[in-house]
């Protein structure tokens, strides 16, 4: 997937590092349309938010985030949309990482194109409530 069809967003300049761009590229490829953050802590290390607005009557009322770094991919329910919480890492934006709608795969074991392959199901996967039957492909 080239990566002319992702729009880097978020506060850290610079290019996506190799591990971002192969994650994206390869989630990408199986959720298109998804919304990609270029972030850094303040001791520099990189990390990557990607996003997912569910919009109704041109309003956005619901955002799921994933946060992908070297220790894995973690996800869930953004608790405002991220109106505050971008650039906050999804732990100290107190994200729920459990239960049916929270994600964490830890790096271990994985590659990063199946880091990718599981942020695809749990992005298009059936969530918890009124945003059940709005599967994002």
């Known amino acids: ?6 729009d880097w967003g978020g ?3 610079g290019q996506p590092t190799g591990a971002e761009l192969a994650f994206a590229r390869s989630l ?8 990609y953050w270029l972030h850094a802590d303040d001791d520099g290390s990189p990390w990557l938010l990607v996003s997912l607005d569910f919009i109704e009557m041109r309003a956005v009322r619901a955002t ?5 770094d070297e220790r894995g ?14 650039g906050v890492r999804a732990e ?5 990482l459990t239960g049916p709608d929270g994600l ?4 271990a074991g994985t590659t990063v194109e199946d880091l990718a392959r599981r942020g695809a199901e749990w992005f298009a996967g059936p969530k918890r409530g009124r945003w059940a039957d709005h599967p994002a492909t």
């Open 28 to 35: 990408n490829s199986l959720v298109p349309g998804l919304d």
């Open 104 to 107: 964490v795969v830890p790096v």
């Open 64 to 68: 799921l985030r994933l946060d992908f």
């Open 1 to 6: 997937m080239a990566t002319e069809s992702i």
């Open 73 to 86: 991919i973690r996800g869930g329910w953004s608790p405002s949309c991220l109106n505050w919480d971008d």
């Open 11 to 13: 506060q850290r300049g």
């Open 92 to 96: 100290e934006a107190l994200i729920d």
